[in-house]
Nanobody, 126 residues
């Protein structure tokens, strides 16, 4: 079992920054993956970023490349999503997720993840 708790969401103006955190506990393996997805009202859940639990091999979705970064503090078992140059279209509920193993092709698919956090709202005003 893995438990995930997100924090750091909020309201920010366009062009601003936010940092989301996801604290993981339970059976964590360095060969597994932690990722971020987001879901806006009326839209499908979208891949944002993922990283191997060893702290390497980060990768990002096309819509956030150049603006967002993902990183991991292995000592604390926390994954961060640094979001810069935020746009109104980034408004969504952001979810942290965990999956067994590491595969960049599977890792962009929400159905590949076994565990999910409760989500945190990010709202970007224009």
């Amino acid at each position: 079992q893995v438990q995930l708790v997100e924090s750091g969401g909020g309201l920010v103006q366009a062009g601003g920054s936010l940092r989301l955190s996801c604290a993981a506990s339970g059976r964590i393996f360095s060969s597994d993956t932690m990722g971020w997805f987001r879901q806006a009202p009326g839209k499908e859940r979208e891949f944002v970023a993922a990283i191997r639990c060893s702290g390497d091999m980060p990768y990002l979705g096309d819509s956030v490349k150049g603006r967002f970064t993902i990183s991991r503090d292995n000592a604390k078992n926390v994954v961060y999503l640094q979001m810069n140059s935020l746009k109104p279209e980034d408004t969504a509920v952001y979810y942290c997720a965990y999956r067994f193993g590491f595969d960049t092709r599977m890792g962009v698919t929400s159905t590949a993840y076994e565990y999910w956090g409760q989500g945190t709202q990010v709202t970007v005003s224009s």
